[in-house]
């Protein structure tokens, strides 16, 4: 099967004299200007019960984890932690969103879509931690490892979802992203290839309204962040990145498409940060306490718990469970973070290349050398 | 004019916010832009309270995007402005590397002249911060290789201020390579006196035996070395070189000359690093003059490591004194 | 005046939970699906005659402009002409459209625009002679070198335009680009910027329908590149590339808005490269002949000859006029590109510092030194 | 497998499409992606026929963003394809430094050893053709100054079918610098001979007064320099590098050893290039077999000039002369 045929015709009849109408009409393209909702809409009650249970469990032990994750980083036990507190609803519907084939491709503060994804928390967190870079196996779990250059992961997430494309797997790739991440290059020429290409890849902009300390309105003048799609051809999705339920609607929808063929979408949620950036982060040098307190109100749980209930889908049962699963998650993290991690500083050389070098294996017996002096010394 | 009383104490960060402050209030073509430079003062607040004293649009929170800050600075010293950039680390600069070679480094030249393009990259670099991967990289090796670049690197309090004067106050682009790790660290300056010429290394340490070659994060540690060696009976001088272009040929060599041994150390990789063209260019000037080869302490040829193996990799004392032991003192002098 | 204001707003109330419609409504934004046209409709009556005789005058003096220089390449006078041959509309129009103190950034192939600026013809092709990199003083004519890397000239335009409206100048930028250059990342940025900052600039992007052999349809799946404005929040606009009057119109509006506070916007015209990407490149390969010939029937100077002959605007006189004014530019050409250019083989070290370093002192004296002893051989 | 008949003429050009074509055959894992690679063939002919032979799954056209390209290119090999990148010219590949730089360079080391990226990143490189600004930079000290890249670059026909074909193999990325005025020479050579492993520098001049030490473009120079030293009565070996990173060290330090003279040339600028690598660590390595401090014959610290100037700025026959003849013959040997 030959996939990339519809590129290959030779002349351009849709911009050719006389024939100057749009290559595709935008206005399907174009997204809706309200945000996607489902809690507290009537939509809620068309939802599937055991999902919302699901979703409400995971924001819960979301939550948890998120919370013990920046204490360990106040103990000195994480080098750095960049918490989604108040953006669980993205990093789970994220995860569930996607098959056990499908790839992650998450930036630095998606360490719970991750682990959501299946990744063990303690692996999530060895990059934070500080003894090893990408902690888990991103094959095992088709997560790619966490990604710190802003958007870069972007165009990796097309040319993986190309490359199963090309070889009839029905892989899908998710890349997430930031809303400060939208202003860089990459992001622009991902896009760009994924809408070129037809790749089977969803972007997922959590616009948590800040990069940094700099507001959206000093990163974009574009109406919404999803609009941002109509320029390479694709679908955009706006929708509020708080509503569990909703963020998973739109992200299942995108996933499907570009599953069977229906190319890319770019999915833009309207979320809130409600920590810091990272615990290394003063938040009071550019925000109000009434802005947070206002977003406080909009919390994914809350809204959850608030709807949930009156549905009579969540009982007392499903928090205490919920509840008991995040201090179990808490009580392993802090255990398994008080040790000490194992450290072999010759593994600095054991995978710059697939073989070391003789450059890499003579630094490596200086290394060595002066640990053995060190030892000595000690004794 | 200055906004520090004479001889004070500061830390590097506040000596580096000191110099860009003094230089708005001074020249109004002074522009400042980056990430997070606005409200919050920089990731590592250099540019602390610069927007409150000078407005947003001398002090400039941009978009997230590293080639359009610098492709943005280089229209505005087009019209005339003396632009002084932010990277927010090292290697988040890589994305600006195409604007910066292509244009920053060669505006003057394309042009014969008529368009200088007099800015300022400031590039905090290197590790020991505890920083996660992609916060630590050195990459002074690629500023260095590209002629139309002067790349600046203060390592004492008195120099963050009196080199980013100078800097800022260059016809030429300057990178200006700030290391993170001295930051923090405090000293007495005073800016009244330290406006330094770039392109001009200083001994910070006189010595009898050899010479410690280094820059900006290294010298501390240099020193460190010479104190250590000197109960192992070596006399070490340290140079502080400060700036790694325009290269101060005249007293590298007058120093290496007259005491025949060097080690230079810097914490980058060593392979292609700047070490190699000071070992390579003092060799070739001063062979008859060395009584062994001029050493590399460098960083090993590596990703730079996690945060807790960082240590292993950055030059320290006892890798230093190393070198020194196998400066062939058998030999000769 | 503190012009940067408006960004400094500290909370962001639109998208706050519960005000989540669009920051600026896109519709207006959105382009028309029909070019713009002028010549063949009853707007040109409207046309201001004397504009329109300069546009057929400078377009005839410019095709010839475009024959002469790739004549000069086949001679081996020129390294190398990338021509505009075909796209004459686009690179007379953007030069008139800017007043005097504005500035012109264009891309390598716009030299044709460069001389409709004012600069001389033999500077405005150093570059492509290859006797020195820019011929000309970009501050004399306010226009910025010939750029080669793609794209990159777009944000030194709104840096530019920023920096005068800081200073309260009335200028405006105009960034030129081709359809290929619209994928990088360098794109994307500078319209980013422009949108924040409100910068007064125009970007005009000569889709002309190929990136060497690379065709839009496998550049971009946007419904027409002017859509990209959407994403960024500015207007886009769609222009009959070939139309000269309408090019004209369409980007005169756009610096009028830009000069007068209204921000940047983006122009798509759709024309086409008549000729090879450069006199090196073999466009058999990649394109036929039935689609070059069908563009030739949609020739910019065509076009006008037609609609300008009903309308009594064009009479014998100003076609002799242009023709002779065409080839007395030609002859021009050709004599000063006969002459071999001075070259002091030391300029290589006056300007690469504002003073040269010590070592480049160095280097000058050994280059200086060789070229004595080869004068000393060949005497 | 192989498209070429066994010991036939080729131009440089030809032997990398074979290469291309020939690894395309044999592994369906080989995909070949750039900017005009398809119909084209890409600007200087390397990927003709490559579309119409696999189609342009394998050989894409793709729009113009380097960053893209090289970023996609990441993503197709952590799905376990083997991407072959084409850059246009030198300087086109600045816009894809970030993703060489942070994830190209690092992916292997930062998941240790479970993203293994097997990229090869072709790059035209260096001047001599005509090329106006930007399309004639050398920068090749830029890569071999980031650990995690393996950096070759051929300058015979057969090494260029022969290392690009062990690039493509490699389990790891290599930047394969291609030198763009090589491409048009004629030559020899035998694909099923030759299939060179990386890093192997090769004597292609023995010699007995000194060392031309060499890469790419550089190597038809010093061959004619040798020639040219005869006459003057220097007996001149010429080595060629053939990989940069990593180096090799053993053959360069045993010819070294043997002369006791070596000169370094390359046409990237001098400063920061990797002529310095090369000269400091064979000083170091070699030192007390030198009776000359090691010389760098090297283009100019200053951006590529136009067409019409660059022969002044890259080395030839004479600088390269001038230098041996400064290597001290009074003094020793
Ligand atoms: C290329 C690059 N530039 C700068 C940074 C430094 N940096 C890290 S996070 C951040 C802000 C990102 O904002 P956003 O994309 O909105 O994500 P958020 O932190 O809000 O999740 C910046 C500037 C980086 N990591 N990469
Ligand atoms: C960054 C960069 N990449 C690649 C090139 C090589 N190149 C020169 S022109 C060109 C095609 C440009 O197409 P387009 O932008 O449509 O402009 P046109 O040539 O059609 O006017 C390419 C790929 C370049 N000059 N700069
Ligand atoms: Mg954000
Ligand atoms: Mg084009």
């Known amino acids: ?130 003894n090893a870079h990408t902690g888990y196996d991103p094959r095992a779990t088709r997560t790619a490892p966490l990604c710190t250059p802003l ?50 890849v969803v972007f997922l902009v959590q616009n948590n309204g800040y990069a940094i300390s700099v507001p959206l309105s000093a990163q974009s003048a574009a109406p919404t962040l999803a609009h ?88 007392d049962a499903l928090v205490r469970e919920s509840a ?6 808490a009580a392993r993290m802090r255990a398994e973070f008080h040790a000490e991690p194992e450290l072999d500083p010759m593994s600095l050389f054991t995978h710059v290349f697939a073989e070391p070098t003789q450059q890499l294996r003579e630094q490596a017996a200086q290394l060595s050398a002066e640990l053995a002096a060190e030892a000595e010394v000690q004794q | 004019m200055s906004t520090a009383t004479p001889t004070r104490t500061a830390t590097m960060a506040q000596a580096l916010n000191a110099a860009l402050r003094d230089a708005l209030r001074e020249d109004p073509a002074v522009h400042v832009l980056g990430e997070d430079v ?33 492709g943005t600075a280089i229209g505005m010293a087009m019209y005339g402005l003396r632009p002084v950039v932010e990277m927010q680390f090292d290697a988040f600069a890589y994305p600006a590397l195409e604007q ?33 991967e992609h916060h630590s990289d050195a990459s002074e090796a690629y500023y260095a290789a590209t002629p139309g670049l002067h790349v600046v690197t203060p390592a004492t309090v008195a120099d963050a201020y009196g080199l980013l004067r100078a800097s800022i106050a260059s016809d030429d682009p300057v990178v200006f ?21 770039i392109g001009k290394a200083v001994l910070r340490r006189a010595g009898t035996s050899a010479v410690l070659i280094t820059y900006g994060p290294s010298l501390p540690v240099c020193l460190d070395a010479a104190e250590a060696a000197a109960a192992e009976g070596w006399d070490l001088a340290v140079l502080d070189l400060r700036t ?57 040829d590596i990703p730079y490591p996690p945060p807790m193996l960082e240590h292993h990799h950055l030059p320290g004392v006892d890798r230093i004194l190393d070198a020194v032991a196998r400066l062939q003192w058998e030999d000769r002098g």
């Open chain 1, 228 to 315: 941002k799609a109509v320029g390479y051809g694709m679908p955009g999705r706006l929708v509020d990145g708080n509503d569990a339920p909703a963020v998973h609607g739109v992200l299942a929808e995108a996933v499907e498409r570009a599953r069977t063929g229906g190319g890319p979408t770019l999915v833009e949620a309207l979320t809130y940060r409600v920590e810091a950036h990272t615990n290394a982060d003063d938040a009071t040098r550019y925000r109000t306490e009434p802005e947070v307190a206002a977003w406080r109100e909009h919390d994914p749980i809350l809204l959850m718990e608030r709807s949930l209930r009156g549905l009579g889908v969540l009982d």
């Open chain 2, 244 to 300: 790694l272009v325009p290269f101060d040929d005249e007293t590298v060599c007058r120093v290496v000359r007259s005491l025949g041994r060097a080690v230079v150390v810097h914490e980058a990789s060593g392979f292609g690093g700047t070490g190699a063209e000071i070992a390579a260019r003092v060799t070739e000037r001063c062979f008859h003059h060395l009584a062994a080869p001029v050493l590399r302490v460098t960083g090993f």
């Open chain 1, 1 to 130: 099967m030959t996939v990339l045929d519809h590129r290959h015709h030779t002349a351009v009849p849709g911009w050719m004299p006389g024939a100057t109408a749009p290559r595709t009409d935008p206005a399907p393209l174009l997204p809706d200007a309200a945000p996607v909702r489902v809690l507290g809409t009537p939509a809620l009650e068309k939802q599937d019960p055991a999902l919302l249970r699901e979703l409400y469990r995971r924001l819960v032990v979301g939550r948890r984890y998120n919370q013990q994750a920046t204490t360990l980083t106040k103990q000195g036990r994480l080098a750095v932690y960049p918490a989604s507190t108040g953006q669980e609803a993205c990093q789970i519907a994220a995860a569930l969103a996607l098959g056990e084939r499908d790839w992650l491709f998450p930036s630095y503060r998606d360490t719970l879509a991750v682990v959501s994804r299946g990744v063990d928390p303690l692996e999530a967190l060895t990059l934070l931690r500080g």
């Open chain 1, 324 to 329: 008991d699963e995040a201090e179990a998650l």
């Open chain 2, 38 to 70: 606005g409200a919050l003062g920089g990731v590592f607040r250099i540019t602390d309270g610069l927007t409150a004293e000078f407005g947003p649009d001398r002090c400039l929170d941009t978009p997230l995007a590293e080639a359009g800050i610098l």
């Open chain 2, 177 to 197: 390579l700030e290391p993170k790790r001295l930051y923090w660290g405090k000293a007495a300056f005073d800016p009244a006196a330290q406006v330094e010429p």
């Open chain 1, 151 to 200: 958007a870069t992961q972007a165009p990796h997430a097309v040319g993986l979802a190309h490359a199963a494309r090309l070889g009839g797997d029905p892989v899908v790739a998710l890349a997430m992203l930031g809303d400060g991440g939208t202003s860089e290059g990459d992001f622009h020429e991902a896009l760009n290839f994924a809408a070129v290409l037809q790749a089977p």
């Open chain 2, 100 to 132: 910066l070679f292509s244009h920053v480094a060669k505006m003057r030249n394309r042009t014969a002249g008529k368009l200088p393009l007099p800015i300022t990259v400031r590039i905090p670099y290197g590790g020991g911060i505890g920083g996660v």
